[in-house]
């Protein structure tokens, strides 16, 4: 009966008075390790700025939220603490012998991440990744036409006449040029090349808030509170996931709306550079390719690749590649928000103005539910994965 009971009980759900799974308190020390290296680098770099001043990215290409208010050394020194502070929590964590002290490990890691955020996140963060994504959704846009119209001609020919119909009113009517595009992208290369610096300190601070959150998630799971909350997650992820994929299309609307006479958010019809409305096109595309990826956390395709893809079609999405794009999407729009919302009440513009712009792009909304939605569907995964395995588990065990 042994035998029969622990497999039982080894796929039982999840529960507040449950022992952590092995696997979790494995990904909590790894966490916790990729968190001490993110934390050395970040005090490393905080070091670097109080030493020589002039190297911090703070005031031109990297203008934080610390920066504005509490000026750049002291934005030094708190970086320089919150690095230190990362090292000593993680020295912490991976020298206990089992998860103890779980929820006060949760709520320190969410606090070092907040912090890192607040002190150092900076709209040039979610500027630098929503151009990035924007050019790569272009380009995996037209190579999934181009294998459409091989592997599923029906709908690859539709969206064929779909992009025609927008290329078409790009160049005929809004005044989109080649020369255009050529500008765009020789511009964008050459702020790539400058903005070297921006890019690690952009990157360290993301992975500091990243690796945090997830060791506070991970040490949630860890003391048994995670699963009360997955369960809710589990019980509402469609409304959840619906609600983030509403985020991104307010800005994919007005972008959109570039290629009628009545553009919103930019300059007049008659103003509008070909330069400045390929980049328009170029970030409306990312945000609508935003929506359709974010969907697919509850659609069929999330969790199996679709037949018309070469290779991968029909097999199980694995569950990483989801989670890691996902959670740093998210990572980025809720480090970007609060400089946002504070760069918009500091503008000279006019209280509505600044209103619409946390609408149109409401990053305070967006990567909250973002995350919600992601962790959801890590949670019905691990659940529906656990549930049929159970059954042969058990069967292995009876035949045993």
């Known amino acids: 009966m042994t035998s029969i009971d622990r497999p039982a009980a080894s796929s039982a759900p999840d529960g507040p008075g449950a022992p952590p799974p092995r696997g979790d308190v494995r990904r909590l020390r790894i ?42 050394t ?28 779980g929820r006060p490990i949760a709520l320190a890691a969410a606090a070092v991440a907040v912090v ?34 091989v592997r599923s001609p029906r709908l690859g020919w539709a969206l064929l006449a779909g992009l025609a119909a927008v290329v078409v009113s790009a160049f005929w009517w809004a005044g989109l040029t080649l020369d255009g595009i050529a500008q765009f992208g020789a511009a964008f290369a050459g702020a790539l090349v400058e903005s070297s610096g921006v890019l690690l300190a952009t990157a360290a601070v993301l992975a500091m808030t990243l690796l945090w959150a997830t060791v506070s998630v991970l040490a949630l799971r860890s003391d048994g509170g995670a699963p009360v909350v997955e369960t809710w997650l589990v019980r509402h992820r469609r409304l959840i996931t619906i609600l983030a994929a509403l985020g991104p299309l307010p800005y994919a609307l007005a972008r959109a709306s570039w290629l009628t006479p009545w553009p919103l958010f930019g300059p007049g019809a008659d103003e509008l550079e070909p330069a400045m409305l390929a980049t328009g096109l170029m970030l409306g595309s990312g945000a609508v390719a935003a929506s359709i990826l974010t969907l697919g956390l509850i659609l069929p395709w999330g969790r199996t690749f679709p037949r018309w893809l070469p290779r991968v079609g029909g097999r199980p999405v694995p569950v990483a590649a989801v989670a890691v794009p996902g959670f740093v999407a998210a990572g980025i729009l809720c480090v ?62 009876m035949r045993g």
């Open 31 to 72: 966490a916790a390790l990729g968190a001490a290296v993110a934390s050395a680098t970040l005090a490393g770099l905080g070091l670097l700025w109080t030493v020589a001043p002039g190297s911090a990215p703070l005031d031109d290409g990297m203008p934080t939220l610390g920066a504005a208010v509490l000026g750049p």
């Open 74 to 101: 002291a934005v030094a020194a708190v970086t320089v603490a919150v690095g230190i502070a990362g090292l000593v929590l993680a020295a912490f964590v991976a020298t206990r012998d089992r998860p103890a002290h």
């Open 116 to 149: 890192t955020a607040l002190t150092l996140g900076s709209v040039s963060t979610v500027a630098l990744a929503g151009y990035l994504f924007g050019l790569a959704a272009v380009v995996a846009g037209l190579a999934t036409i181009a294998v459409m119209l």
């Open 336 to 397: 970007s928000a609060a400089p946002m919302f504070a760069m918009s009440l500091a503008s000279p513009a006019s209280p509505i103005d600044a209103v619409l712009l946390n609408l149109v792009l409401p990053l305070w909304f967006w990567g909250p539910t973002l995350a919600l939605a992601v962790w959801a569907y890590l949670a019905w995964r691990r659940r529906d994965e656990a549930s049929a395995a159970g059954p042969s588990r058990g069967g292995r065990a």
